[in-house]
């Protein structure tokens, strides 16, 4: 193959990947009570805190986003030192949500109900189609906002019309 062409190809498949190819991450394994069933992973609890005060929910994204802000974007990162999409989701859900989500932005995309854009609350779960086979999610915060971990500039709280994501927009899920 051509030297020139093999470092442009090199960097293209290094930009188009995202953070639904982050590696699942199993859980510890626990005793086996009843047989495992092929449906997706589903959230701790049925009715989290999430849907219920909103207020709540935005203080304590706007709180993430401070406290995120900057961190950079390493696939699979799951940490300060760096983190993907479904990584941060995880993390703020978890910690500040009381929700348990699977790792992957897949996975993710199959939780919850499916939320029209035209309602979307504080918490909601925004996924993204960012190329062929790439997905991105973002938790909505308020005012077409949402806080996320971008591959360019780390955490940060972006819109849903802004240029890039207006067009790129999937589906929101409700947890």
Known sequence: ?????????????????????????????????????????????????????????????????????????????????GIDCSGLVVNIYRDHLGVKLPR???YQSLVGKAVKRSQLRAGDLVFFKTGANTRHVGIYIEDNKFLHASTKH?????????????????QARRV
């Open 1 to 81: 193959m051509n030297k020139k062409l093999l470092v442009p190809i090199l960097f293209l498949i290094a930009t188009t990947t995202g953070c639904s190819l982050a590696p699942y991450q199993q859980p510890p394994a626990e005793p086996a009570t009843e047989p495992k069933t092929q449906t997706p992973p589903t959230p701790l609890r049925e009715t989290p805190k999430v849907v219920k005060n909103d207020r709540s929910v935005k203080e304590k994204l706007y709180s993430q986003h401070r406290e995120w802000k900057g961190t950079r974007y390493v696939l699979g990162g799951m940490s300060k030192r």
């Open 104 to 106: 992957t932005t897949k």
């Open 154 to 170: 780390g955490v940060k709280i972006s819109r849903l019309t802004d240029y890039y994501w207006r067009d790129r927009y999937w």
